[in-house]
């Protein structure tokens, strides 16, 4: 049972695009909502995060977008550019002791020149 | 350089061949875990680590094992390696508590079972 559910599983945008990429949770218990960039070759790094108690966090180019009543957050890339290229994860994670990372299944991004 | 290092990057091997992978990080967190990551299914979490010598079972565990007998190493380890075993691994490590969850993650190792 996936609790968190993401889409598009591929993106194509032109350069200077707007690439929005849409998550949804199950689990009422999740309290910190990352999303992660991955290149390649690579291991998924942090890229913005944010938590229930705001609906927009900002940083450059990066937005996240959170509904907590729909249960729902998306990361909007402004003038998106080729080396914004790569995987993108959204995330959720628990209030619990454990504090288990939960991912979405992955966008993968493509800007076109 | 804060970091986590999992050792090998690349991996091919027959099925029930035991084989370890490593997972090493310089940055003192006390959380550290396995996720696979298979195409159109994200990150899934293998099994967790809160501290030494607790580890518990994540999404997926079953035909794995690990251990975390110091704060630093966190090895995975297929005792009997099966095709459907067949993945790209990758190890994180965080802080347990407070406000700063971040994850860091490793490059990876891209295992074959053949």
């Known amino acids: 049972q996936q609790q968190v559910k993401q889409s598009p599983q591929s993106l194509i945008v032109q350069k200077g695009g707007i690439s929005i990429i849409n998550c949804a949770y199950e689990n009422t218990a999740f309290d910190y909502f990352p999303w992660y960039q991955q290149f390649p070759g690579k291991g998924p790094a942090l890229l913005i995060a944010i938590r229930p108690d705001v609906s927009e966090k900002k940083e450059g180019r990066f937005t996240i977008s959170f509904n907590k009543s729909a249960k729902q957050f998306s990361l909007h890339i402004m003038d998106s550019q080729p080396g914004d290229s790569a995987t993108y994860f959204c995330a959720a994670l628990g209030a619990g002791s454990a504090r288990q990372l939960t991912f979405g299944s992955g966008t993968q991004l493509t800007v076109l020149p | 350089e804060a970091q986590v290092t999992q050792n090998p990057r690349y991996l091919i091997t027959v099925t029930g061949k035991k084989l370890t992978v490593t997972c090493s990080q310089n940055m003192n967190h006390e959380y550290m875990s396995w996720y696979r990551q298979d195409p159109g299914l994200g990150l899934r979490q293998i099994y967790y680590s809160m501290n030494v010598e607790v580890t518990d079972k994540g999404d997926v565990p079953e035909g794995y094992k690990v251990s975390r007998k110091e704060k630093r190493n966190f090895p995975l380890i297929l005792e009997s390696p099966s095709p459907n075993q067949t993945s790209l691994y990758f190890c994180?490590?965080?802080?347990?508590?407070?406000?700063?969850?971040?994850?860091?993650f490793g490059q990876g190792t891209r295992l074959t079972v053949v």
């Open positions: 994180a490590s965080s802080l347990l508590g407070g406000m700063n969850t971040e994850a860091f």
